[in-house]
């Protein structure tokens, strides 16, 4: 089969190295994909948002399967209009994407269905959510209510901080039309940890869990990022917390989305605080996690391609998802001064060094190919990912591997995975 993948980051590059495993699989093309991923498909200079063209060259190339890996698409429609056009997708339509689109929407879901999540109050006036902030506990959060890359997420711990930051969400739109509408939360405290998972409207099968480092620098300091590094599994998530969640969050948000006549197939990423009363829900992603997607695909043994089948064909049932009994960590290395200002176009060497090396991998996230070779081309610019027989192992593996690439500007936290030392 003819598989098309959208997107052009890391996680689509963990998608398509997945895919590519799969015997079902004869050709993969990627819209519009990075250098990396340009090794093992046909990459086509289509934009994720280019919902036409993609519907087009989708039936030029008479593709059998789509698999959209981003949020802006999904939340877009781009499900929709493929499965108008009669081509199987994989994803939530877009009245189920909203999952991830609107945080105001997520948040009162879990309140109407009793999902345990933060208090809060949801606010599309900038003078009413100043008046409730004042009457608040610190810290306190503000989340703008639309996509922001992941960066939209504000922890102020004074009022001063938290009326800039009504500021720069609600007025002065820092993230664009997100900030149209913002959540305002109850600080939780806790270990954060990931749980992906594939639905298909009714069942949900969760994969192994995972834990990413969300700040710029060292010691979680520094701007919230994209993703600088992350590792699976998590061992902050026990039996305890998976009977839980079993038992009040995952199929529980399955039903509350059917129930809501907004039926979910897909990937539902669970973003989860493990607090001093339980687990709690901190956001929901419609999609697979980056960098997640790095460190859980690689110890996934089930052909991706059939749990996407049974996803769409509402079959999940009959799948047992199925991961190597082990752990694996990535490291981001970036360009130095991402999130904020940085320099594309530097040549990446040693990237070879990972041929033929069991266990390791380079996901290309910011990266395109030129006459010179790959060069950088993106704040978040590879994820060096290596597995190993524990935490520890694969922690020491993967920043090991980071020696082995090298670009002008590269930057790296050197503490992805630490917690692992005080589990």
């Given at each position: 089969m003819k598989v098309l993948i959208v997107g052009s980051g890391g996680r689509e590059h963990a998608i398509a190295t997945s895919v590519a495993k799969s015997e079902k699989v004869s050709q993969i093309y990627c819209a519009p994909g990075n250098g990396g991923i340009s090794q093992i498909a046909e990459c086509v200079p289509i934009g994720a948002m280019e919902f036409e063209k993609l519907v087009d060259f989708a039936k030029?190339?008479?593709?059998?399967?789509?698999?959209?890996?981003?949020?802006?698409?999904?939340?877009?429609?781009?499900?929709?209009?493929?499965?108008e056009a009669g081509i199987r997708t994989f994803g939530p339509r877009k009245n189920a994407a909203i999952l991830e689109g609107s945080k105001a929407f997520s948040k009162d879901l879990m309140k109407k269905y009793n999902i345990p999540t933060a208090a809060y109050e949801n606010f599309d006036?900038?003078?009413?959510a100043i008046e409730y902030i004042k009457k608040g506990k610190f810290p306190i959060v503000l989340k703008a209510d639309g996509l922001a890359l992941g960066k939209g997420v504000l922890i102020c711990n004074t009022l001063e901080e938290a009326l800039d930051g009504v500021k720069s969400i609600m007025l002065d739109k820092q993230f664009g039309a997100a900030g149209s509408r913002m959540v305002v939360e109850e600080f939780m405290t806790g270990r954060e940890v990931s749980v992906l998972s594939f639905v298909d409207g009714k069942t949900i099968k969760t994969m192994t869990s995972a834990q990413d480092h969300k700040r710029a620098k060292d010691g979680d300091q520094g701007l919230n990022t994209g993703g600088m590094g992350t590792f699976s599994p998590s061992p902050f998530y026990t039996e305890e917390v998976d009977d839980?969640?079993?038992?009040?969050v995952y199929q529980a948000t399955v039903d509350a989305m059917r129930q809501e006549?907004?039926?979910?197939?897909?990937?539902?990423?669970?973003?989860?605080?493990?607090?001093?009363?339980?687990?709690?829900?901190?956001?929901?992603?419609?999609?697979?996690?980056?960098?997640?997607?790095?460190?859980?695909?690689?110890?996934?043994?089930?052909?991706?391609?059939?749990?996407?089948?049974?996803?769409?064909?509402?079959?999940?049932?009959?799948?047992?998802?199925?991961f190597e009994d082990n752990a694996a960590v990535c490291v981001v290395l970036a360009s130095?001064?991402?999130?904020?200002?940085?320099?594309?176009?530097?040549?990446?060497t040693g990237l070879d060094a990972f041929e033929g090396k069991d266990g390791y991998y380079c996901f290309h996230a910011g990266t395109k190919v030129t006459q010179e070779g790959i060069?950088?081309?993106?704040?978040?610019?590879?994820?060096?990912?290596?597995?190993?027989?524990?935490?520890?192992?694969?922690?020491?593996?993967?920043?090991?591997?980071?020696?082995?690439?090298?670009?002008?500007?590269?930057?790296?936290?050197?503490?992805?995975?630490?917690?692992?030392?005080?589990?």
């Amino acid at each position: 089969m003819k598989v098309l993948i959208v997107g052009s980051g890391g996680r689509e590059h963990a998608i398509a190295t997945s895919v590519a495993k799969s015997e079902k699989v004869s050709q993969i093309y990627c819209a519009p994909g990075n250098g990396g991923i340009s090794q093992i498909a046909e990459c086509v200079p289509i934009g994720a948002m280019e919902f036409e063209k993609l519907v087009d060259f989708a039936k030029e190339k008479t593709i059998d399967l789509v698999i959209v890996g981003m949020d802006d698409p999904l939340v877009g429609g781009l499900v929709d209009q493929m499965e108008e056009a009669g081509i199987r997708t994989f994803g939530p339509r877009k009245n189920a994407a909203i999952l991830e689109g609107s945080k105001a929407f997520s948040k009162d879901l879990m309140k109407k269905y009793n999902i345990p999540t933060a208090a809060y109050e949801n606010f599309d006036d900038a003078d009413a959510a100043i008046e409730y902030i004042k009457k608040g506990k610190f810290p306190i959060v503000l989340k703008a209510d639309g996509l922001a890359l992941g960066k939209g997420v504000l922890i102020c711990n004074t009022l001063e901080e938290a009326l800039d930051g009504v500021k720069s969400i609600m007025l002065d739109k820092q993230f664009g039309a997100a900030g149209s509408r913002m959540v305002v939360e109850e600080f939780m405290t806790g270990r954060e940890v990931s749980v992906l998972s594939f639905v298909d409207g009714k069942t949900i099968k969760t994969m192994t869990s995972a834990q990413d480092h969300k700040r710029a620098k060292d010691g979680d300091q520094g701007l919230n990022t994209g993703g600088m590094g992350t590792f699976s599994p998590s061992p902050f998530y026990t039996e305890e917390v998976d009977d839980f969640c079993k038992k009040y969050v995952y199929q529980a948000t399955v039903d509350a989305m059917r129930q809501e006549g907004r039926e979910f197939k897909g990937i539902i990423f669970f973003g989860l605080m493990l607090t001093p009363n339980g687990p709690r829900v901190l956001e929901y992603n419609a999609r697979f996690g980056d960098p997640e997607a790095q460190v859980v695909l690689p110890r996934m043994k089930n052909d991706i391609i059939e749990v996407m089948e049974a996803c769409i064909d509402g079959t999940l049932d009959q799948i047992e998802l199925d991961f190597e009994d082990n752990a694996a960590v990535c490291v981001v290395l970036a360009s130095d001064g991402y999130p904020l200002a940085y320099e594309k176009g530097k040549l990446i060497t040693g990237l070879d060094a990972f041929e033929g090396k069991d266990g390791y991998y380079c996901f290309h996230a910011g990266t395109k190919v030129t006459q010179e070779g790959i060069v950088t081309n993106g704040g978040r610019v590879l994820g060096i990912t290596a597995k190993g027989n524990n935490l520890k192992e694969a922690r020491a593996n993967a920043y090991e591997a980071t020696k082995w690439v090298n670009f002008d500007n590269k930057y790296m936290r050197n503490d992805i995975g630490k917690a692992i030392d005080e589990a």
